[in-house]
């Protein structure tokens, strides 16, 4: 009988052990990732149209040019969040400027707002401005805005000229086609 007394109290001691260490795990999940909240996987890309225009800031506004080697350092890096396989939030200066879909009265804009990306949520419909539909087609990409179906990122073929949104993306006056490389 005491051997099995002994049994007993182990199989009680490890299971109370799993108990423990089951919810330290389960509470460092959750302190990780409250409420369900996605995890940041921010990631800063090279971007640059198919006519090798670089997007960068000028004048608080995103353009597309030809840089040179003297003003290389003006490069603007896409950040990408992730929300579903194929859609994401865009932004700039490490997340804190997000690109935002916005419309106004028959005018559909393309907007960087003072947001941190990070702090971007999927499931809220004031966050679905800043989503954007990523196709792949070869080696470049596209990028729908999630909040207007059927308006694209794009550049002008002029250089030094905002980046914007266009709804008729096989028009030969506007650029949707980019090249991503992973920084």
């Known amino acids: 009988m005491g051997k099995n007394l002994v049994c ?4 009680i001691y490890i299971h109370g052990y799993l108990i423990c260490l089951l919810l330290f795990l389960f509470h460092s999940e959750t302190a990780c990732h409250p409420l369900g909240k996605r995890p940041c996987e ?10 090798q ?12 040019g030809y840089l040179q080697e003297a003003n290389i350092k003006l490069e603007e890096k896409i950040d990408v969040v992730p929300i579903e396989p194929h859609t994401m939030f865009l932004g700039i200066h ?3 400027l997000c690109l935002a879909c916005i419309k106004s009265g028959d005018e559909i804009k393309l907007k960087l707002e003072a947001v941190n990306i990070t702090d971007l949520n ?7 401005r800043f989503a954007f539909i990523r196709s792949d087609n070869g080696p470049t990409t596209s ?41």
């Open 94 to 96: 490490g997340g804190k």
């Open 53 to 64: 225009k670089i997007f960068y800031l000028r004048n608080n506004q995103l353009v597309a």
């Open 122 to 128: 999927q499931n809220r419909e004031q966050d679905k």
């Open 143 to 183: 990028f729908e805005s999630a909040a207007c179906p059927g308006w694209f990122l794009c550049t002008s073929l002029e250089a030094d000229q905002p980046v914007g949104l266009t709804n008729t993306p096989t028009e030969a006056i506007k650029v949707t086609r980019f090249y991503l490389q992973q920084d």
């Open 8 to 11: 007993h109290r182990m199989d």
């Open 42 to 51: 921010m990631q800063a890309f090279r971007i640059w149209d198919v006519n």
